[in-house]
């Protein structure tokens, strides 16, 4: 006899692997797709300088999930081994952390190639020797997820060296290495101004959610999930107004919206619940957020007022005002 909780922890793990698809993700494998024809274009001695893809949005949209199931689910971008019995790595995927500095980059990809490093090489070795070594493992597609990191601070010297070493990739002798960069709206400081990026790049925007225009999306997202955790809708949550409420209680991000709709409809299960309700919604906008009840954009009255950003503004610390100083009495 199978356990209810274990059942009910299976369908759980299933589903937050699952991937909910969306006309983003469509369109970013359509994308993709163009970038690699193109790539290969150019191991064949034609194609263009624009072998950069920049993908923007708002933390939240869903960009990085779509980026990453969309570049594991192609065969040809999978490492495998050459005639000579040499790894071959077409694509490589790097997370840049909030701590890393263009040196912690290079050294991070030397050693996902194999190769050795240390921070005691000059920087400007390390992306020569970075640029070899990319070549000789056959690496065409390189991918960095949350590129902003790198700015350090935003300073216009800290964004054109960042942008000298992008460029630097896309100038490797007999390799034309493709780079895709995603990452939050700080990124596009890169395809600003200057245009020696832009003219480079090709841009893809992850935009957020609207509501009334995006209600039929988003219905569909409801949907699906309810209908792959065996969940009926209750039907105010079909109506105009609890859509928008959706919207705005997510700030329009798919991302989080599917995340939103997925625990809404595992605390329905967890209650035995045959239909995920407006109550199930409530309860998890109230646990993610903790915003007073009133405050709930699931249920307030006013929730086209409100502010996702401001929920905990209760609790920020009032300004002290500074005491004043009494004047002595003149004898």
């Not at 300088?49 to 933390?59: K, P």
């Not at 209908?227 to 039907?235: A, G, M, N, R």
């Not at 609890?242 to 299960?269: Q, S």
Request: aromatic share 6%.
């Amino acid at each position: 006899m199978i356990d209810k909780s274990e059942e009910l922890r299976a369908l759980r793990v299933r589903e937050s692997n699952r991937i909910v698809s969306t006309p983003l993700t469509k369109h970013l494998r359509v994308r993709i797709e163009e970038f690699w024809e193109h790539a290969k274009d150019c191991l064949a001695g034609g194609g263009s300088r624009r072998r950069t893809l920049a993908i923007i949005g708002e933390s939240g949209t869903g960009k990085s999930t779509a980026v990453k199931h969309v570049l594991n689910s192609f065969d040809e971008f999978k490492p495998y081994k050459n005639e000579h019995n040499e790894t071959i790595i077409p694509m490589l995927s790097i997370e840049v952390e909030y701590t890393n500095t263009p040196k912690d980059l290079a050294i991070r990809i030397l050693r996902k190639v194999g190769a050795d490093a240390d921070y005691s090489s000059n920087e400007t070795a390390l992306y020569e020797e970075l640029k070899n070594q990319l070549r000789a493992s056959g690496t065409i597609f390189l991918h960095l997820d949350e590129a902003q990191h790198l700015k350090k601070g935003g300073s216009s010297k800290a964004v054109m060296g960042l942008k000298d070493r992008f460029k630097s990739f896309l100038v490797i002798e007999n390799w034309p290495l493709h780079l895709i960069l995603s990452g939050v709206e700080d990124l596009s400081e890169l395809f600003t101004g200057d245009q020696q990026m832009p003219n480079r790049s090709n841009v893809m925007r992850f935009d957020t959610l609207s509501a009334p225009a995006d209600n039929k999306l988003v219905l569909d997202i409801l949907t699906d999930i309810a209908s792959c955790c065996s969940l009926q809708i209750d039907k105010a949550l079909m109506t105009t107004d609890f859509l928008g409420r959706l919207v705005k209680a997510t700030g329009g991000g798919i991302g989080t919206l599917i995340e939103m709709v997925r625990a809404a409809c595992f605390k329905a299960l967890s209650k035995g619940h045959s239909a995920v309700t407006a109550r199930d919604f409530e309860f998890v906008y109230s646990r993610n957020s903790g915003s007073l009840p009133a405050d709930n954009i699931i249920t307030a009255a006013a929730w086209v007022d409100l502010d996702r950003s401001n929920a905990l503004i209760d609790l920020v610390p009032k300004p002290v005002e500074p005491k004043r100083s009494r004047k002595k009495a003149s004898k």
